[in-house]
Nanobody
Framework: QVQLVESGGGLVQPGGSLSLSCSASGRIFSIGTMAWYRQASGKQRELVAG???????NYADSVKGRFTISRDFAKNTVHLQMNNLKPEDTAVYYCLARDVVTQPDFRRHPDYWGQGTQVTVSS
């Protein structure tokens, strides 16, 4: 019913920038939280940044001051601007949509995840 499609990953040198986007489609009435997670090889998936529909933002300590999350509520889209990238930012980045309410039934659904996009920071 709801699909998330991510774009914008790739290879970048240390100190460079990348922008990720995630677009949610389907019979969406509202989305409570949209967030970005990442999973590096051999490690657990971790929260990078989240944005609620009330306007609050939160970031992992490791990305504060370098990454910025933003939402376009009209388009059900979330963006992640990543600056001053470091090799340790290398991971597959996943988009999450939480507290999704669909229409016309106004049902609340479990979490939706995107398919992931690879970000590699290397010289």
């Amino acid at each position: 019913q709801v699909q998330l499609v991510e774009s914008g990953g790739g290879l970048v040198q240390p100190g460079g920038s990348l922008s990720l986007s995630c677009s949610a489609s389907g019979r969406i009435f509202s989305i409570g939280t949209m967030a970005w997670y990442r999973q590096a090889s051999g490690k657990q998936r971790e929260l990078v940044a989240g944005a609620t529909n009330a306007g609050s933002r939160n970031y992992a300590d490791s990305v504060k001051g370098r990454f910025t999350i933003s939402r376009d509520f009209a388009k059900n889209t979330v963006h992640l601007q990543m600056n001053n990238l470091k090799p340790e930012d290398t991971a597959v980045y996943y988009c999450l949509a939480r507290d999704v309410v669909t229409q016309p039934d106004f049902r609340r659904h479990p979490d939706y995840w995107g398919q992931g996009t690879q970000v590699t920071v290397s010289s």
